[in-house]
């Protein structure tokens, strides 16, 4: 860590503006270029005792194109993971994102630094340690969700998630809505420096007793540009 940045860190205390804590860390998330292509390769989906394999194609618009499932839950089931992983390689800036916030610094615990935002989306929350988002804390289409980043992939031109758990809470009472979600993620690069795209995807939801449910895995190999 430069000096610089630890001046920056130890010069800011709680009550005050930390809009460029929170945008070094907006800044560090691994996005795609504005050029990218798309991809295409094999998928499959396994609960560990059913396993059905197909292709897919993700264009250079982010719709995912199954092809040789016919199971209608799986068959969508793939097709969200893809989408939901390419939406947020989707590059914005920060003031297209966040230009109508404010941020003001919280506590510190061992999640990372609190980020109260204000303005547009007042109510929201983050976390930040070491320009990772370590704590997403949002208000969306009436639900509250909670995303904790345990673990990531430094690509070299930023970082992905690769540990996390999401819960939906109820905005007013702030219980769980649904079980947890827990989520492992792999990401290779589609070709030397190229694009980093997902590989498999490992979910498991634990009830509110905190008992596994079910897990799934997703898996996407053969991977290729779309030229």
Same mark, same amino acid.
């Given at each position: 860590?430069?000096?610089?940045?630890?001046?920056?860190?130890?010069?800011?205390?709680?009550?005050?503006?930390?809009?460029?804590?929170?945008?070094?860390?907006?800044?560090?998330?691994?996005?795609?270029?504005?050029?990218?292509?798309? /991809?295409?390769?094999?998928?499959?989906?396994?609960?560990?005792?059913?396993?059905?394999?197909?292709?897919?194609?993700?264009?250079?618009?982010?719709?995912?194109?199954?092809?040789?499932?016919?199971?209608?839950?799986?068959?969508?089931?793939?097709?969200?993971?893809?989408?939901?992983?390419?939406?947020?390689?989707?590059?914005?800036?920060?003031?297209?994102?966040?230009?109508?916030?404010?941020?003001?610094?919280?506590?510190?615990?061992?999640? @990372?630094?609190?980020?109260?935002?204000?303005?547009?989306?007042?109510?929201?929350?983050?976390?930040?340690?070491?320009?990772?988002?370590?704590?997403?804390?949002?208000?969306?289409?009436?639900?509250?969700?909670?995303?904790?980043? $345990?673990?990531?992939?430094?690509?070299?031109?930023?970082?992905?998630?690769?540990?996390?758990?999401?819960? /939906?809470? *109820?905005?007013?009472?702030? $219980?769980?809505?649904?079980?947890?979600?827990?989520?492992? *993620?792999?990401?290779?690069?589609? /070709?030397?420096? @190229?694009?980093?795209?997902?590989?498999?995807?490992?979910?498991?939801?634990?009830?509110?007793? @905190?008992?596994?449910?079910?897990?799934?895995?997703?898996?996407?190999?053969?991977?290729?540009?779309?030229?």
């Amino acid at each position: 860590m430069t000096i610089k940045k630890i001046f920056m860190l130890t010069n800011v205390v709680k009550g005050a503006d930390c809009t460029h804590l929170f945008k070094a860390a907006y800044e560090n998330r691994y996005t795609w270029d504005s050029n990218f292509k798309g /991809y295409k390769g094999s998928c499959s989906w396994t609960d560990g005792t059913r396993e059905i394999k197909g292709t897919f194609s993700l264009g250079q618009d982010l719709k995912a194109t199954i092809q040789e499932i016919d199971d209608e839950q799986i068959h969508k089931a793939i097709s969200s993971q893809l989408w939901e992983v390419a939406i947020h390689r989707v590059r914005r800036s920060f003031e297209q994102t966040h230009g109508k916030n404010t941020f003001t610094l919280g506590d510190t615990n061992e999640v @990372g630094s609190e980020i109260i935002v204000g303005g547009k989306n007042e109510g929201d929350k983050y976390r930040v340690k070491n320009d990772v988002v370590t704590m997403v804390y949002r208000h969306i289409h009436g639900n509250l969700i909670v995303i904790l980043t $345990k673990d990531v992939i430094h690509t070299g031109n930023g970082y992905l998630s690769k540990h996390y758990s999401s819960q /939906y809470l *109820d905005p007013i009472s702030k $219980k769980d809505l649904q079980e947890k979600h827990h989520y492992r *993620d792999n990401f290779i690069p589609l /070709y030397e420096n @190229g694009p980093w795209v997902l590989a498999s995807r490992s979910i498991h939801q634990e009830s509110l007793e @905190g008992s596994l449910l079910n897990k799934q895995v997703f898996s996407f190999s053969s991977l290729k540009s779309l030229s």
